[in-house]
Each structure stands twice: as structure tokens, then as C-alpha cells.
């Protein structure tokens, strides 16, 4: 079972193991298994399915989308930064719950 930091820690305790998007590609093209049950968002089964055409993969839930991830766009990045616009402001609740998930994917990566 291979699961991203954002997951609820009971989750993350059951998994093979956890880590970012692209860590979770690497280690099942990687990986000598040949079946991984996933749970992170959707869309990178067919990332998964395209580097591992041998290999099986088993979404924990169906439709498991980010419908954040979805809004951005390379070119709206890219917008973004070159005009310096969309100032964020968050309530300090919302900070300190996200840096919970932003540590522990950083901590993966070490």
C-alpha cells in the first residue's frame, strides 16, 4: 500500500509506504511487486499504469480527486508569478494544519 503524507496518520501506519506523488511513482516503477493498492489522487494512476505496464493498481477509493490541484495550470503559475498577483492570506487554524502535511511530506523526502 503506498499512501501520501496528506493521508490520516491510522492510514499512513497500515502503508508499505508513504510519500509525495512522485515518490510514490518511483518506488512502484522501482519496486519488484507486481500489485500496489494507491491512495492519493487519482489522477496519477494513469502515470502509474504508463511506467508500469506490468504491474496492478488498486485505488483506495474511487474518484479520490483534488479538486485544488485541478485548478492550477502551468501557464497560471506562470501568470502568477511574472505579475506578482493572487496575494494568499490564510487564518493561522488553516497555516498551522497545512504545515502538518507540508513537514511531513518534506520529511519523507529526506
Do not use: W
Not at 518506488?27 to 502515470?47: C, P, W
Request: charged share 25%; glycine share 6%; aromatic share 6%.
Amino acid at each position: 500500500m503506498l499512501v501520501h503524507p496528506e493521508c490520516q496518520p491510522e492510514i499512513q501506519e497500515l502503508a508499505d509506504f508513504v510519500g509525495s506523488t512522485k515518490q510514490i511513482i518511483d518506488y512502484a516503477r522501482n519496486s519488484q511487486h507486481d500489485k500496489f493498492i494507491i491512495g492519493t489522487e487519482m489522477g496519477v494512476l494513469y502515470q502509474l499504469k504508463k511506467e508500469n505496464p506490468n504491474k496492478t493498481f488498486y485505488m483506495m477509493s474511487t474518484g479520490l480527486i483534488c479538486p485544488n490541484m485541478k485548478k492550477t495550470s502551468l501557464q497560471s503559475v506562470h501568470d502568477a508569478l511574472a505579475k506578482r498577483q493572487y496575494e494568499i492570506t490564510l487564518d493561522k487554524d488553516i497555516i498551522e494544519r497545512a504545515s502538518g502535511s507540508l513537514n511531513r511530506m518534506l520529511a519523507v523526502g529526506k
